[in-house]
């Protein structure tokens, strides 16, 4: 079977591939200015930037910018709380803004994100 430019012959090349792709994931929780890293994979550490304001740092630096991020955010105490965009992104580490139903910057009491790259093998 195709898929994209990768020959997947049985299930031991989805696992490999699937390993391969995710190039970091963590949790973390937020209270006021404090932020602390739960639990992660090549998640080094998080830090506040300023209201809303987040950096992700990676153990390892990835091999390319060429990289996807998917974050979500928790917020028991308001449900507008939303991520509003990755605002600056490296191979060391990506920033994101979080702001409320008004547009305003908000802080959310934790968040999960996935990193999917490219391995270097394939590109």
Request: proline residues 1%; without cysteine; aromatic residues 12%.
């Amino acid at each position: 079977t195709k898929v994209g430019y990768l020959t997947v012959t049985d299930d031991s090349d989805v696992d490999s591939m699937r390993d391969n792709m995710v190039s970091a994931r963590g949790f973390f929780s937020i209270s006021g200015t404090t932020v602390t890293k739960i639990e992660g994979f090549n998640f080094d550490s998080v830090s506040r930037v300023s209201a809303g304001k987040y950096r992700v740092t990676f153990t390892d630096s990835l091999d390319t910018l060429y990289y996807a991020t998917s974050i979500s955010m928790i917020e028991t105490s308001n449900n507008q709380v939303r991520l509003e965009k990755i605002t600056s992104q490296t191979t060391g580490y990506f920033e994101f803004t979080v702001h409320d139903g008004s547009s305003n910057t908000d802080n959310a009491e934790a968040a999960t994100f996935i990193v999917f790259g490219t391995p270097s093998t394939v590109v």
